[in-house]
């Protein structure tokens, strides 16, 4: 099973700033089959990138996603007010798909 | 483009069995490649893996979860399911379906499963 790791679990930011988020792999993942999750309180998770670097849709160019192999990055070039949330990353490239535990963005 | 939709009771008796349906439109279940499961998120927690099924019908479980759950695929009703036994109050949580097919994700909405006398 590949354990992903993420950091920092908080992170303080102000309106306007930019946040860069780390998701780390236990093991290679196969073809950076890895994809990144908002999620508001109540909410469901929404898909903001897969294939570690393709946004999904309707999803604003200020997120980025890069990486490969055991290293993947989170990036949101300008923080909105709405980008206050939880953010999960998530590998698929094995049967046994495994999650991040979160990483949580809030106002600083 | 592929959508799926959880179905099945909102409350579970513990000790009693979790049945869960993904009725999946816009595309076929037994298309090549494609993996279905079932992932979960108890109450102010994070997310968890159940398991999958590959559309050869090799499954993958969760081996904290290995012994209580089985995942199936019903070609004719273009559903998949999820069987959890022996529910405890610990297995209260959103529970959603899921698909990959090479790099695309797709998830369902989600449904809230209470273990609950």
């Known amino acids: 099973e590949i354990v992903l790791t993420q950091s920092p679990g908080i992170l303080s930011l102000s309106p306007g700033e930019g946040a860069t988020l780390s998701c780390r792999a236990s093991?290679?993942?196969?073809?950076?089959?890895l994809a990144w999750y908002q999620q508001k309180p109540g909410q469901a998770p929404r898909l903001l990138i897969y294939g570690a670097s393709s946004r999904a849709t309707g999803i604003p160019d200020s997120f980025s996603g890069g990486g490969s192999g055991t290293d993947f990055t989170l990036t949101i070039s300008r923080l909105e007010p709405e980008d206050f949330a939880v953010y999960y990353c998530?590998?698929?490239?094995?049967?046994?798909?495994?999650f991040g535990q979160g990483t949580k963005v809030e106002i600083k | 483009q592929l959508q799926l939709q959880e179905s099945g009771p909102g409350l579970v008796k513990p000790s009693e069995t979790l049945s869960l349906t993904c009725t999946v439109s816009g595309g076929s279940i037994s298309s090549s490649y494609y993996y279905w499961g079932w992932i979960r998120q108890p109450p102010g927690k994070g997310l968890e893996s159940i398991g999958s099924i590959y559309y050869s019908g090799s499954t993958s479980y969760n081996p904290s979860l290995e012994s209580r759950v089985s995942i199936s695929v019903d070609t004719s009703k273009n559903q998949f399911s999820l069987r959890l036994t022996s529910v405890t109050a610990a297995d209260t949580a959103v529970y959603y379906c899921?698909?990959?097919?090479?790099?695309?994700?797709?998830w369902g909405q989600g449904t809230l499963v209470t273990v609950s006398s």
């Open positions: 998530q590998q698929y490239g094995t049967s046994m798909w495994t």
């Open positions: 093991q290679t993942v196969t073809n950076s089959y």
């Open positions: 899921a698909n990959t097919w090479y790099y695309k994700v797709t």
